[in-house]
């Protein structure tokens, strides 16, 4: 019927006759207005333009709210996240976003809060192990030294074997100890005689790489003692 009529509204709005075009055969609400006049054409032949054409008013928008991740905290509070999470869950966050990322590769806080909670050091995850101790990983640097002394996970092939794992023994422990401040010295429970009566003995080189460590810095005797 739509499609009948307009065919016959010669004057009709061309604007108005697409529009209808459009919503036929599904525009019946609007067929009842067809005869009408518009009012400010006053009596011509046309009975539609485009001020007069009743549109359905439209409906508001409601915006969507923001989605927020992770990446929209600020940073202190992720740097608060990261700080308890494990090395494992770390290397995980870091490959998610470039920023997180970022952030990972480029504050030591990260890791030197980093936990290596049932880790042990291996030739597998040394480097973060090193990377951790020299970034003030405090649980790392114990770790790693008492690998190193009593030849734990990471073994060394070289003929001097005590020589080699004691003298990198000695500076990780030196890390820790260093990073023990205001706590009573430890290291001295692992080196302490009675040592190998037999060949080279790690726990002697220890002892005198740090001793000579302390000489070199011009320690004070009680500094010298905690070392």
């Known amino acids: 019927e739509l499609r009948a009529r307009l065919k016959m509204g010669r004057g009709w709005c061309p604007r108005l006759r697409a529009v209808l075009s459009a919503l036929a055969p599904g525009a019946g609400a609007l067929t009842s207005n067809l005869g009408r006049q518009c009012p400010e054409l006053g009596d011509g032949e046309r009975r539609w333009c485009a001020k007069c054409f009743c549109y359905p008013t439209k409906r508001r928008i409601k915006r969507r709210p923001r989605n927020l991740t992770i990446l929209s905290l600020p940073e202190d509070v992720l740097f608060h996240i990261l700080k308890w999470l494990s090395v494992g869950d770390i290397l995980a966050v870091r490959a998610v976003h470039s920023h997180l990322k970022y952030l990972v590769d480029n504050h030591a806080s990260v ?6 909670q049932e880790l042990w050091p291996s030739p597998k995850n040394l480097k973060l192990f090193e990377r951790a101790a020299e970034k003030g990983n405090f649980e790392a640097a114990v770790k790693l030294g008492i690998a190193y002394l009593y030849n734990e996970g990471l073994s060394v092939s070289d003929e001097a074997c005590a020589e080699v794992n004691g003298l990198k023994a000695s500076r990780f422990f030196s890390m820790a100890e260093k990073l023990n401040v205001g706590s009573e010295p430890f290291i001295w429970l692992f080196i302490r005689p009675p040592w190998s009566a037999s060949g080279s003995c790690c726990k002697a080189v220890v002892h005198e790489s740090l001793r000579t460590e302390c000489q070199l810095q011009k320690v004070s ?7």
């Open 221 to 227: 005797p009680g500094e010298a003692h905690r070392a």
């Open 111 to 116: 890791w030197a809060s980093a936990s290596f």
